[in-house]
């Protein structure tokens, strides 16, 4: 069966620092990659995803950049935080091939910037 | 530009309680539409997966029906139970472009009540 990691689960970093958040999936090969965030009292937000390694599309202009190192794991990072980047971030998954599959979530990693 | 709007934002009911959870989109060039569930603090637990080309699906005492021409949804919860209570959120592909790229509704939380 397929699972997807996340880690940390929690992080308070200062403004100005740098941020890495990891996702890995297990258990299949060559699956689309996400990044959501989910702002207090905000819907989500689709932020990154990633069809192959090192394809990368962007979906919102921000202070975070996305990469994809292997094919199950996918990173955002940023070189410097902003109070607005404060949210839960979400790693998601979906099987590729160009067909609309069902999308599957990890377990959040909630980032407070102070 | 896709906009999927859910309603009502809230809803507390006592325990045994049919319910129906509505979601609604602007644009009916989707690929499938995905029901969710959030528990507090927590990622999302896919729960529903409709194709466009389908009317309804079931799962347990879960049913989500689509009406694509119209541009809704709904999630009827048969005998609800105090472990129903979460966040309930609607997304919905699109049907054309790559990445399956979901648009998420705000969400309705949802309290079952002893």
């Known amino acids: 069966s397929q699972t997807i990691h996340q880690w940390p689960a929690t992080l308070v970093q200062p403004v100005g620092s740098p941020l890495s958040l990891e996702c890995t999936v297990e258990?299949?090969?060559?699956?689309?990659l996400y990044w959501y965030r989910q702002a207090a009292g905000r819907g989500l937000q689709l932020l990154f995803y990633?069809?192959?390694?090192?394809?990368i599309s962007s979906e919102v202009p921000q202070n975070l950049s996305a990469s994809r190192p292997q094919d199950r794991q996918f990173i955002l990072s940023s070189k410097k935080l902003l109070l607005s980047d404060s949210g839960f971030y979400l790693c998601a998954w979906t099987y590729g091939a160009g067909v609309a599959y069902e999308q599957y979530f990890g377990p959040g990693t909630r980032l407070t910037v102070t | 530009k896709q906009e999927v709007t859910q309603i009502p934002a809230a809803l507390s009911v006592p325990e045994g309680e049919n319910l129906v959870l509505n979601c609604s989109f602007t644009d009916s060039a989707i690929y499938n539409l995905q029901w969710f569930r959030q528990d507090p603090g927590k990622g999302l637990t896919s729960l529903l997966l409709i194709q466009s080309s389908q009317r309804e699906q079931t799962s347990g005492r879960l049913n989500a029906s689509l009406d694509k021409s119209s541009g809704r949804s709904t999630l009827y919860i048969a005998a609800s139970q105090p472990g129903d209570s979460a966040t309930y959120l609607c997304a919905v592909a699109p049907y054309t472009g790559g990445g399956n790229k979901l648009t998420f509704g705000t969400g309705t939380q949802l309290k079952v009540e002893l």
């Open positions: 258990g299949t090969s060559n699956p689309n």
């Open positions: 990633s069809v192959g390694i090192g394809q």
